[in-house]
């Protein structure tokens, strides 16, 4: 055992000599991420070598089996880390459109990650971006009578969201459920996770309002943050912002405070994308890693 565990430190010193400059450009050309995990995410030991090997995730594979886990050891890297490198080398500077390129990229990595197929196009049908500024939205009514008295399920959630109101108008596609007594469960997660897109601005919209209209229904969605790599199911539920407002798209109470949007400004950049889900079985809500 001590024969093979000098080896391993030689081989170890080895690889950390040869991958020198590699981590030198990595911490060079993501520095910015760098100083966003430091302030955001202590818990991640990016620094660490096991953070080094795993970034440079190409001689993962070559790693025996015994040295891997003394490196399993080391205080666990959160997987968030790498979708947020993954997505900064691909992402524009701007927050803009996607190219195809980009969107091919981009989805790939989502699908991968998240286990769900993302794609920027659904049934000859998209939206006129993908990648935009996501804003706080109001609760919506979800049968008629529907209160902010009677929105939630206990008083935690009532405290945390009810201070954001309802809003005075129905959502795009009206109630979720006819009446109280009829709401099922999943009506009540599409309000609670849905977004508003701007339906209106699709290539094909002005000739097809009612074919779109019908496909747009409680579409569901993978919407992410980049920077911190949260991501969550949604459902579109109405048609906004307007174009004028500098937003390309609006969300619930909830899914801005699990996106960790919720600032100053209420707003902030996402990526969004169909999930390609015709069973069914994606759930609504948070998407853990």
Known sequence: MQGKSIHYQKLLKKWSEKHKDLQRQIFEKHKDAFDWLENNSKQ???GSIAGIFMLTNPIIPQIPATFSAGLSQQEPVDKRVFLIYDLKNVLPSDIRPLTSDEEAKVTEVL???FGVNAVGELSGKRLNSQYGYIGQ?????RFPGDNMYAHFDNPEESFEFGKHGMAPGLGAFR????SRGEMTEEDNLREKYYIAVQTFLSPGFNENVREYMDFYKYRKMLVVNPQNGRAIVTDIADSGPAAWTGKQLGGSPEVMRYLERVDGSQKGPVLYFFVD????????GPVGL
């Open 44 to 46: 991640l030991v990016v």
């Open 111 to 113: 699908s991968r990650t």
């Open 137 to 141: 939205e109001q609760h919506l009514a």
């Open 175 to 178: 109630y979720f459920a006819n």
């Open 277 to 284: 889900d015709p069973e069914n079985k994606v759930s609504l």
